[in-house]
T-cell receptor
């Protein structure tokens, strides 16, 4: 099956610094990728839709300037958490739908655990 | 806007027994997709089963089957012969026919007792 990777899998940073998380589709091209945030024992909360070649679409309540998304190529999207604070600590997951299948099956990355001290 | 509701925060099942996880959804669309995803402790999301709304036949994947009731907007997951490896958080999800954005339910934690 298709594979989506995320890097890093776990990151610890100091408050006030910025952290970049990469999401790559390894064996297919993805014009769209999705970024989710998940707290323990809770559901995935969609943060934004990353669009290759254009600006990301953010969900209501998500700060665009805090969570910068760049879809640099058809296989790479990045999420940068700027000026991170402890409340940004969470599990971040990306996903990418693979076009061409009969229902554009969506593939998920393994997630990135962010801890802000 | 579409919504997905999972009313069972936690469920338990004895190994080898059968368990059913509930899911209801709300949409005004006539064509869409429904999914069940499994998230084990590794937190990697795994597709368990999908159902196309235009298909009346319930989807089945080995020990996993669904009861899709379109009029009632209900989409339950039945796990037969439960195994220890089935222990995970299960999410019901909705996707419109056109578009790739998934709407997730709150999730159900499934515990399997040996």
């Amino acid at each position: 099956g298709a594979v989506v990777s995320q890097h890093p899998s776990w990151v610890i940073c100091k408050s006030g610094t910025s952290v970049k998380i990469e999401c790559r589709s390894l064996d297919f091209q993805a014009t769209t990728m999705f970024w989710y945030r998940q707290f323990p024992k809770q559901s995935l909360m969609l943060m934004a839709t990353s669009n290759e070649g254009s600006k990301a679409t953010y969900e209501q309540g998500v700060e665009k300037d805090k969570f910068l998304i760049n879809h640099a190529s058809l296989t790479l999207s990045t999420l940068t958490v700027t000026s991170a604070h402890p409340e940004d600590s969470s599990f971040y997951i990306c996903s990418a739908p693979r076009s061409g299948s009969n229902y554009n099956e969506q593939f998920f990355g393994p997630g990135t655990r962010l801890t802000v001290l | 806007a579409q919504t997905v509701t999972q009313s069972q925060p936690e469920m338990s099942v004895q190994e080898a027994e059968t368990v059913t996880l509930s899911c209801t959804y709300d949409t005004s669309e006539s064509d869409y997709y429904l999914f069940w995803y499994k998230q084990p402790p590794s937190r990697q999301m795994i597709l368990v089963i999908r159902q196309e709304a235009y298909k009346q036949q319930n989807a089945t994947e080995n020990r996993f089957s669904v009861n899709f009731q379109k009029a009632a907007k209900s989409f339950s997951l039945k796990i037969s012969d439960s195994q220890l490896g089935d222990a995970a958080m299960y999410f019901c999800a909705y996707r419109p026919e056109y578009g790739n954005k998934l709407v997730f339910g709150a999730g159900t934690i499934l515990r399997v007792k040996s």
